[in-house]
T-cell receptor
Framework: EAGVTQFPSHSVIEKGQTVTLRCDPISGHDNLYWYRRVMGKEIKFLLHFVKESKQDESGMPNNRFLAERTGGTYSTLKVQPAELEDSGVYFC??????????????FGEGSRLTVL | QKEVEQDPGPLSVPEGAIVSLNCTYSNSAFQYFMWYRQYSRKGPELLMYTYSSGNKEDGRFTAQVDKSSKYISLFIRDSQPSDSATYLCAMSRRSNDYKLSFGAGTTVTVRA
């Protein structure tokens, strides 16, 4: 079974440009999450989709970030315009909707974003 | 104050040593406690999960939670070079709530 896949693995852009990150969750996982780790800091929650609906976007830093999950399958996270402080590793994760909590989020390998 | 504080490390231990990792937290609403392991250039993967206070053992790994002290630990016995990774504690307030709060991670190197 394929895991969570993310693309691109690394993106280098200049301040003011736009970048779109893509995440393909594990097939059958309705829950999709975006997390971010900036240099030297902890991994922080950005938002949560259940199928195509945004369940919680309380972690989104500002309106330069736009996440979508059309059709409830893959998701994209767009940063426009990118700022220097947006540099970091963006992780996508998915989980099954189980009755019992297992603590298990399945993470992708991350998309490293460098803004120059 | 951060919600979750984790000993920064890095830790370097000889093969066979016991590794002790710790996190403290400030929010008493946390009920579910996890340890994730992250190898270089990979995503975190769940290692262990515990609910509320107590101990849980899985092979060479033991997780402890002390809610009264807001303190959690992970112990790795008979450490192996393959245990070299970054270990992240994570916490959640409710069941089925995967809006996790992470510690910054401790990087562990086990020397052969």
């Amino acid at each position: 079974e394929a895991g969570v896949t993310q693309f691109p693995s690394h993106s280098v852009i200049e301040k003011g440009q736009t970048v779109t990150l893509r995440c393909d969750p594990i097939s059958g996982h309705d829950n999709l999450y975006w997390y971010r780790r900036v240099m030297g800091k902890e991994i922080k929650f950005l938002l949560h989709f259940v199928k195509e609906s945004k369940q919680d976007e309380s972690g989104m830093p500002n309106n330069r970030f736009l996440a979508e999950r059309t059709g409830g399958t893959y998701s994209t996270l767009k940063v426009q315009p990118a700022e220097l402080e947006d540099s970091g590793v963006y992780f996508c994760a998915s989980s099954q909707d189980k009755n019992s909590f297992t603590g298990e989020l399945f993470f992708g390998e991350g998309s490293r974003l460098t803004v120059l | 104050q951060k919600e979750v504080e984790q000993d920064p490390g890095p830790l370097s231990v000889p093969e066979g040593a016991i590794v002790s990792l710790n996190c403290t937290y400030s929010n008493s609403a946390f009920q579910y406690f996890m340890w994730y392991r992250q190898y270089s250039r990979k995503g975190p993967e769940l290692l262990m999960y515990t609910y509320s206070s107590g101990n849980k053992e899985d092979g060479r790994f033991t997780a402890q939670v002390d809610k009264s002290s807001k303190y959690i630990s992970l112990f790795i016995r008979d450490s192996q070079p393959s245990d070299s990774a970054t270990y992240l504690c994570a916490m959640s307030r409710r069941s089925n709530d995967y809006k996790l709060s992470f510690g910054a991670g401790t990087t562990v190197t086990v020397r052969a």
